[in-house]
């Protein structure tokens, strides 16, 4: 078996943190986007020492093919347990790569809300954009062949890990 090209999740995590640590208060909102957004989400939360409560967004319902998918299985429930409007949002995913996904979190983040500012973290941004989203904080760029895709793993200690999959 050949060895994951891929960066080491947890080193990218440590550096998203670093990187995320001066532009981050107390009072940040941070939302992570299941599931590996939220993995993400719980150890920055904890990290950052961020005081509001850690949200949480499944946007099954916001995508913009839902009508073609359909629902996918597993559908969690989203949760925002503080005060959106007015607040700094960081919205977490795991990759980042057409922008629908986050283009969905936003659209959802209104229905709590109106933010003062909404901004992006993603522990790997895979380029391949078909809208113009752009996260402000990410771990790495990472190329990916064509036909594959970045999935975010986490075993039962919580270790993170990165791992390509076959479309």
């Given at each position: 078996?050949?060895?994951?090209p891929l960066?080491?999740a947890?080193?990218?995590?440590?550096?998203?943190?670093?990187?995320m640590?001066?532009?981050i208060?107390?009072?940040t909102?941070?939302?992570?986007?299941h599931?590996?957004?939220?993995?993400?989400?719980?150890?920055?939360?904890?990290?950052?020492?961020?005081?509001?409560?850690?949200?949480?967004?499944?946007?099954?319902?916001?995508?913009?093919?839902?009508?073609?998918?359909?629902?996918?299985?597993?559908?969690?429930?989203?949760?925002?347990?503080?005060?959106?409007?007015?607040?700094a949002?960081v919205?977490?995913?795991?990759?980042l790569?057409?922008?629908?996904?986050?283009?969905?979190?936003?659209?959802?983040?209104?229905d709590?809300?109106?933010?003062?500012?909404?901004?992006?973290?993603?522990?790997?941004?895979?380029?391949?954009r078909?809208?113009?989203?752009?996260?402000?904080?990410t771990?790495?760029?990472?190329?990916?062949?064509?036909?594959?895709?970045?999935?975010l793993?986490?075993?039962?200690?919580?270790?993170?890990?990165?791992?390509?999959t076959?479309?």
């Amino acid at each position: 078996m050949p060895a994951n090209p891929l960066p080491d999740a947890e080193q990218l995590l440590a550096s998203l943190i670093d990187r995320m640590r001066p532009a981050i208060g107390p009072n940040t909102g941070l939302v992570g986007i299941h599931t590996g957004g939220v993995w993400l989400a719980e150890r920055l939360h904890q990290a950052l020492n961020i005081q509001l409560p850690l949200g949480t967004l499944d946007v099954s319902f916001y995508r913009d093919d839902f009508n073609k998918k359909g629902l996918r299985r597993n559908v969690k429930s989203s949760d925002i347990p503080f005060d959106v409007d007015g607040c700094a949002v960081v919205i977490v995913d795991d990759v980042l790569y057409t922008g629908r996904t986050i283009r969905a979190a936003i659209n959802e983040l209104f229905d709590y809300g109106r933010p003062a500012s909404i901004r992006l973290a993603a522990l790997v941004d895979r380029g391949g954009r078909e809208l113009p989203i752009a996260a402000e904080f990410t771990g790495a760029a990472v190329t990916v062949p064509t036909g594959e895709n970045i999935e975010l793993t986490r075993d039962a200690q919580g270790r993170l890990a990165l791992q390509l999959t076959r479309d």
